[in-house]
């Protein structure tokens, strides 16, 4: 039986946005719903852009999720893997040097466009000789060194997708190693995958035609092809990609808002799939019901608007032994107060403000016109011990003493009690605030 193993490899050049949120969590569930692993992998050879504050926020990120990989690794410090695979392919003749500048590339594809012919390399720099090579390095050039294709219908069985063919005979030789030896993303992936027995590659579509080369690659080294699943990509509501360097909607300021990591756990994975967007009891119960086969084909659009219903929705439904620690953490440790004001959350730090409506200080506001009411009120407030029946005991005294009704009965007893228009039903807040701090407000 094959063991588990996925891995989440993002490049540490920025903070973790919605998009890529999307990958790190589809590899989570699916790692949790088969018992396998999961490894973070930091896909830090970009050494110009590749910072470990951004390898922090990542961390930080999955943290805030829950997820806690099975081992962490730097492509950094694994140069030394990369390197022999190098050996190996020059020595299979798979890894050759090519000496062209860009811009000499560059108006090589433009020719090959005016003429009709597809912009890819022509391996020109298989033609050299010995002595072409020593010439061009003697003019101070450094070669770029590219993979040799095999030129052919390379079909593999994507998870998501089905049957898959990308025909290298289509695209360019790859670059693997740059002109100052520093590694592009292609060889140290495969590299890896092999090295840590990766199983599975979940990743966003836009790989799928890197796959066709990949294979190649891990067929040259000699290494096991691990099954892959190419997943819709998440776009912003105008079809737009999420992108690092516009910081679109970044977890670090997603959590920063306020909203609940399952709130934005739920809208990144699931939307674009058939399981629904609705308040989940955790991860793990996503991830016991989310398999790869109910991942659209289609695209997966994510509305701003849905992520503040859905978080407002889970708050609406939070146990008190869920939202504890954070109550006590603000000193609000109060059973009662939490599950009546629960209800008029958006964000969990609502209640704060909210809590004053039964702690105070409230601001009363009460409207000229409603002053002799609002007295008449006072004067009419029962004794107490209250319960949830002291509203209806106070109001229908007050209807049948003033011969209001309706908005123009309750209104005014809620401003002056809260000082606001919305909030928690009347009936349950007023045992909770008490005779005495409602005397005082009815002023």
Same mark, same amino acid.
């Given at each position: ?334 059973? !009662?107060?939490?599950?009546? %004001? /629960?209800?008029? &959350?958006?964000?969990?730090? @609502?209640?704060? *403000? =909210?809590?004053? #409506? ?49 908005? !123009?009965?309750?209104?005014? %007893? /809620?401003?002056? &009690?809260?000082?606001?228009? @919305?909030?928690? *039903? =009347?009936?349950? #807040? ?14």
């Amino acid at each position: 039986m094959v063991s588990i193993i996925v891995r989440y490899a993002p490049s540490p050049t920025g903070r973790l946005h919605l998009g890529n949120a999307r990958p790190a969590l589809l590899n989570w569930f699916f790692a949790q719903s088969h018992g396998g692993q999961y490894i973070l992998r930091m896909d830090d050879t970009d050494f110009a852009r590749s910072t470990r504050t951004s390898a922090d926020g990542i961390e930080a990120d999955l943290a805030w999720f829950g997820i806690s990989p099975s081992l962490l690794v730097r492509q950094s410090e694994r140069t030394a893997l990369y390197d022999q695979a190098v050996v190996t392919l020059k020595a299979s003749g798979r890894l050759y040097p090519c000496y062209e500048t860009e811009d000499e590339l560059d108006r090589r594809r433009k020719r090959a466009r005016a003429l009709g012919n597809p912009p890819i390399y022509d391996r020109a720099a298989l033609k050299l000789t010995d002595d072409d090579r020593a010439r061009l390095e003697a003019e101070g050039r450094k070669p770029h060194w590219r993979f040799k294709l095999d030129g052919r219908p390379v079909q593999f069985s994507d998870l998501i997708k089905g049957p898959q063919t990308v025909n290298t005979a289509s695209m360019s030789d790859p670059v693997l190693v740059r002109e100052d030896g520093s590694y592009l993303y292609t060889l140290p992936s495969v590299v890896d995958d092999i090295d840590l027995k990766i199983s599975h590659v979940i990743r966003g579509e836009d790989h799928v035609s890197n796959t066709g080369t990949q294979i190649e690659i891990f067929e040259a080294l000699g290494g096991a092809v691990p099954q892959f699943g190419h997943h819709n990509l998440l776009t912003d509501a105008e079809g737009q990609g999420f992108s690092k360097r516009l910081g679109s909607l970044s977890l670090s300021d997603l959590r920063e808002q306020g909203y609940e990591a399952i709130a934005v756990g739920i809208m990144a994975a699931l939307t674009g799939t058939s399981l629904s967007i609705e308040p989940y009891a955790s991860f793990a119960d996503i991830a016991a019901k989310l398999d790869l086969s109910m991942i659209s084909h289609g695209p997966a659009r994510f509305d701003p608007a849905e992520l503040d219903s859905l978080n407002a929705r889970i708050l609406h439904t939070m146990s008190f032994e869920t939202a504890q620690p954070r109550l006590a953490a603000l000193g609000l440790d109060n059973e !009662a107060a939490w599950t009546l %004001l /629960r209800e008029n &959350l958006a964000r969990f730090g @609502d209640i704060v *403000e =909210l809590s004053k #409506l039964i702690t105070g200080p409230v601001e009363p506001v009460i409207a000229a016109e409603d002053r002799d009411f609002i007295t008449a009120a006072r004067e009419l407030l029962p004794a107490e011990p209250w319960d949830e029946t002291t509203w209806s005991t106070w109001t229908n005294a007050l209807k049948a003493s003033t011969d209001r009704k309706g908005k !123009a009965l309750f209104l005014p %007893l /809620r401003m002056a &009690l809260t000082g606001r228009h @919305d909030g928690p *039903e =009347l009936k349950s #807040l007023l045992p909770l605030v008490g005779r005495k701090a409602c005397l005082d407000r009815l002023l």
